[in-house]
């Protein structure tokens, strides 16, 4: 019996299905204990710093690649595969390694921020490759701390006195949440809630505002914005100092070394304080009668207070007649602002004037003399009377009681008229006063010639100076001839004589 061949289109499909039963997978059992393991729910790395995500791998495993996705769907992205090229920044832990596929990402940024997925490939019937078991995950966070802030103002100088606003602005930050602070020096200023908006995937910006009134003595302050972030250890700060969008005009005052009027030919100097201002760039002009005479741009200022600058320019003007009652203006230009002017005018004295002028000199001097002496005058003659009142007081202290006689003469008769002048003619008192103070005694002697009188006092009338006062009425006495004056009586009276002639 002939056997015959076999079908050949029979055996031409056969040998495909052995090759695909002989393939990794293919059959029921291949593959069935392979395991993947990504032991990682989420990681938090600091900007800049390593990110490493672990994956390893067991088992009998099948023909296919071993990757790692950023994401996944549609969204995801390969971040490295053992079979092809990897990016610079991601590398393996352990190199040819089948069981570990462990990976490192340098340098980590906000954009790293997502989730990863260790994946185990196995190749398709059609010759691609499909997924054959896959991680659960590892959710990445990367806390980026903000830049450095910058601090700006604006783009004018404002005066003391004016509302100036500043913006303090930062970024490439994860995650969002920030807060901000502003100094004035060590000063709080309040101010509104920081505006954060994502600048990209995983990363957001900042920006804070603040409005502050500047002050004169502000050139030497400076304004602190000040940020804080869950990514930093420490608060970021940014600084700008407000002197350089002060500006404080200057004052100006124009004096001389000599007051006016001024002599012919003499040089009279002229100088312009510009004091208490800031920025430093200005410029001092001298004008005569609106002329200019001399500019001053490169004068370097110095320091006057809190900051502020101040600066002097001088002018020396000779003093001749035809500059009489000219003007001269200093003008100030300071940061390009309106000019700031202070004038004064020079006045020549005439020949009259000078004259006077040395007279007026003169007769202050004379004066000072004058008032000098009259002053000498007036202390000695205090000084002699207070003399004259010690010598009369020492002298009433050792006499206590003093006479007195006062005589009234009654008027003359028109006989007594008639009469020649005789100066023989002649009257008498004499006063007995007895130092005991006896009763009153009066006796009076008579003659042809004379008329006596004797009188003896007892109590004194009050007063000071204890005196003890004899009024005689004299009334007319023959004409008799002279005669010494009577002795007077015993010690124990005081004797007074008086002799009056008659006309």
């Known amino acids: 019996m002939e056997l015959h061949p076999r079908d050949p289109g029979r055996t031409a499909w056969a040998l495909p ?45 099948v023909p296919g ?64 490759n499909e997924v054959f078991r896959r991680g659960s995950g590892t959710e990445v966070s990367v806390l980026a701390k903000p830049s450095p802030p910058i601090v700006s103002g604006p783009s004018q100088r404002a005066g003391p006195r004016q509302s100036v606003a500043f913006n303090c602005t930062a970024g490439g930050f994860f995650p ?19 505006q954060v908006t994502e600048w990209r995937e995983k990363s957001y910006n900042m920006s804070s505002s603040v409005t502050v009134v500047l002050e004169e003595g502000d050139v030497l302050s400076q304004l602190i914005c000040e940020v804080q972030h869950l990514a930093s ?30 002599e012919v030919n003499k040089t009279m100097k002229f100088t312009c304080h510009v004091k208490g201002f800031y ?26 207070r809190q900051g502020l600058l101040e600066l002097k320019s001088q002018l020396e003007v000779q003093a001749t007649e035809e500059k009489n009652g000219s003007m001269f203006t200093c003008l100030v230009v300071h940061d390009a602002q309106a000019p700031v002017n202070q004038s004064a005018i020079l006045w020549i004295a005439s020949p009259d004037q000078q004259g006077q002028n040395k007279g007026s000199q003169i007769y202050s001097v004379n004066l000072l003399i004058y008032i000098v002496v009259a002053v000498v005058c007036l202390v000695l003659v205090l000084l002699v009377a207070a003399i004259l009142y010690l010598i009369r007081t020492k002298q009433m202290k050792a006499g206590k009681s003093s006479p ?32 005991e103070r006896k009763t009153i005694r009066r006796m009076v002697e008579m003659s042809q ?25 004299m009334v007319h006495l023959s004409k008799a001839p002279k005669r010494p004056a009577p002795r007077p009586e015993e010690a124990s009276s005081e004797y007074a004589s008086v002799q009056i002639p008659r006309k």
């Open 279 to 304: 920025p430093e760039t200005v410029a001092v002009s001298w004008l005569e009668n609106g002329v200019k005479i001399k500019e001053e741009k490169d004068s370097r200022p110095s320091m006057f």
């Open 65 to 128: 690649p071993v990757k790692w996705l950023k994401g996944w769907g549609t969204e995801n992205r390969t971040i490295y595969e053992d079979t092809g090229s990897a990016p610079p920044r991601v590398t393996r832990a352990v190199k040819e390694s089948d069981t570990d596929f462990t990976i490192h990402i340098r340098d980590a940024q906000p954009e790293d921020v997502g989730t990863y997925y260790c994946v185990k490939f196995r190749k398709s019937l059609s010759g691609g």
């Open 176 to 194: 969002e949440n920030i807060s901000v602070k502003w100094f004035k020096d060590k000063t709080s200023i309040s101010s509104q809630l920081p």
């Open 404 to 435: 007195t006689a006062r005589l009234h003469e009654p008027e003359k008769s028109s006989e007594a008229t008639t009469q020649e002048s005789d100066p023989n003619n002649l009257t008498y008192a004499d006063l007995n006063f007895d130092k």
């Open 449 to 473: 010639q004379s008329e006596y009188a004797c009188i003896q006092t007892n109590q004194a009338p009050n007063g000071d100076d204890n005196l003890t006062y004899a009024d005689l009425d």
């Open 233 to 262: 250890s420490s608060s970021l700060k940014g600084m700008y100092q407000l002197s350089r969008v002060l500006r404080v005009s200057p004052s100006v005052d124009v004096s001389t070394n000599q007051t006016s009027p001024i």
């Open 17 to 61: 299905c052995l090759l695909l039963l002989a393939l990794p997978g293919a059959g029921a059992q291949g593959g069935q204990d392979f395991k993947l393991h990504q032991p990682q729910d989420k990681v938090s790395v600091k900007a800049g710093e390593t990110l490493t995500l672990n994956c390893t791998v067991s088992g009998s495993s």
